[in-house]
């Protein structure tokens, strides 16, 4: 029924419009009339019919990065986040350099207050990011080859023992391959060999088995060096035993470079090992200024993306990372690129939305 109500926009909007004109209430229009500040935040009211949200689209989980900052003090950002997602990451907030600054003395505060969020709202989770190069805290670098061992194990096994049960979804290792292929040379690599990515996994599932593992990375959406080493490293992974659930593309595109060529096909041929896959990171940046030509660029680029989700049933999740130009990691990453999520600053849904939900 979700399926077909995606396939067919035109039923869509019909079912939207019977069940306004009938004053029901379905399901999906619910929080939204039930809370003021979403309507107005996202532009519904109570005499149009509401449009179904991203969440109620389709039975994968469908995601936003979250700040918990923005999330704590924003109620018109933390409505329509409640309205159109039903998974949320945390943008930063589990990240080794937020969760423990100084050896041994964690601050949960952020954390927390996305899972507070996740449990008040019925939320999944998706846990990023154990093991990165980057937004690791300094006094790792001090640590001998052993010590860093244990650090690592410690981290894992504290941080996913904190939340078992409730984090549907870890990316244990983030972006560990050069575009070559190569490993990249990160502290844990040169220190602790090729063995780490295993151990990492391996000492993760111990401390939550009913989470999903995932190994997670960037331009990784067609086939090229980086992608088919991560193939090779999760096929003998799984050959090995080791815990690995799950790849997870990135997909942070620009309209200034084609679409990956092949998307969907690459996602099955991860699919064919036996893992999910998920598209975790999802944005479409483009150079400033805002055209509407290149706002109809960007909506036939994640238009791509969630299709090609939606077409492998391996794939289990669309997570944008952020879902409003308010609070977007691109305009301080990327020099005059900018306006790359599906709202806008004001909260308003962009083309790209549009073109995704049938019933907008
Ligand atoms: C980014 C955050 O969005 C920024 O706020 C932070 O300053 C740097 O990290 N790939 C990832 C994410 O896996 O963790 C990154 O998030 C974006 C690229």
Redesign the pocket.
């Known amino acids: 029924m979700l399926r077909a109500l995606r396939d067919h926009g035109r039923l869509g909007r019909l079912c939207a419009v019977l069940t306004a004109s009938a004053g029901l209430l379905t399901l999906q229009t619910a929080p939204a009339l039930a809370t003021p500040d979403t309507a107005e935040a996202s532009g519904v009211n109570a005499q149009a019919p509401a449009r179904t949200p991203l969440k109620d689209l389709t039975d994968n989980h469908v995601g936003s990065?979250v700040?918990a900052s923005a999330l704590v003090n924003e109620n018109d950002y933390r409505s329509v986040l409640t309205e159109e997602f039903s998974s949320v990451t945390a943008?930063?907030a589990m990240?080794w350099s937020e969760l423990e600054p100084n050896r041994g003395r964690y601050d949960w505060s952020g954390a927390d207050a996305i899972m507070d969020y996740a449990r008040q709202h019925g939320k999944s989770v998706r846990g990023?990011?154990l093991v990165?190069h980057?937004?690791h805290p300094g006094w790792l670098n001090n640590l001998s080859a052993s010590e860093l061992r244990s650090a690592v194990k410690n981290h894992i096994t504290t941080v996913v023992n904190r939340y078992e049960g409730e984090i549907r979804a870890w990316?244990v290792v983030?972006?560990v391959f050069n575009s070559d292929g190569t490993r990249r040379d990160s502290i844990f690599q040169r220190k602790l060999g090729d063995g780490w990515i295993a151990d990492a996994f391996r000492w993760a599932h111990q401390a939550d088995p009913s989470a999903k593992l995932y190994i997670?990375d960037?331009n990784t959406g067609w086939v090229n060096d980086k992608s088919n080493a991560i193939y090779d490293l999760v096929r003998s992974l799984r050959q090995q035993g080791v815990p690995v659930h799950g790849v997870g593309f990135?997909t942070?595109l620009s309209i200034d470079y084609s679409f990956p060529g092949g998307f969907q096909s690459n996602l099955q041929r991860f699919a064919d090992l036996g893992v999910d896959v998920a598209i975790t990171?999802a944005d479409v940046r483009m150079t400033l200024p805002v055209t509407d030509s290149k706002l109809n660029t960007q909506a036939d680029y994640y238009e791509r993306l969630w299709n090609a989700c939606e077409a492998v049933s391996r794939c289990v999740e669309f997570t944008t990372?952020?879902y409003t130009d308010r609070h977007s990691?691109v305009p301080?990453?990327f020099d005059g690129q900018g306006a790359a999520c599906l709202f806008d600053e004001s909260l308003n849904p962009k083309p790209a939305y549009n073109r995704i939900n049938p019933t907008a």
Do not use: F, L
């Open positions: 990065a700040a943008e930063n990240k990023h990011t990165w980057k937004q990316d983030n972006e997670n960037y990135q942070h990171e990372w952020g990691w301080n990453t």
